[in-house]
C-alpha cells in the first residue's frame, strides 16, 4: 500500500475573495460549507451540478470539463454563468511541481 501524501495546511482570509471550484461533485459539495462560512464569493465550473450548489445561490458555470494531464482540468466553452457575461478573464493554471 502506498504511503499517503503529506498534507499542506493552508489558511486564506476568504471573506469578499471569489473562489472557484472547478467539479461539483461531492468532494466539492463537502467544501462549499466551510468556503461559504469563511465569506468567500463561490463560483462553480462543471458539466452537472449537485443542488447543494444551486441552493446556496452560487454563481454556476455549466461547461464541460477536459483533462489535460494529472491534476489539470480545463472548461470548454466561452461565455460566463447561466443568465450572465464572464466578470474576468480565464487564464491558464499550470499544475504544482509535484504533478
Not at 10 to 36: D, E, I, T
Request: proline share 9%; no cysteine.
Amino acid at each position: 500500500m502506498s504511503e499517503p501524501l503529506p498534507l499542506f495546511p493552508l489558511f486564506l482570509k476568504l471573506a469578499g475573495r471569489r473562489v472557484l471550484l472547478v467539479g461539483a461533485g461531492r468532494v466539492a459539495a463537502a467544501k462549499l460549507p466551510a468556503l461559504l462560512s469563511a465569506g468567500a464569493q463561490v463560483a462553480v465550473v462543471a458539466p452537472e451540478v449537485r443542488p447543494e450548489f444551486e441552493q446556496a445561490g452560487v454563481e454556476v458555470w455549466r461547461r464541460a470539463l477536459r483533462a489535460l494531464g494529472r491534476g489539470r482540468r480545463v472548461a470548454r466553452g466561452r461565455g460566463g454563468p447561466a443568465g450572465g457575461q464572464p466578470r474576468g478573464r480565464a487564464g491558464r493554471v499550470e499544475p504544482s511541481a509535484s504533478s
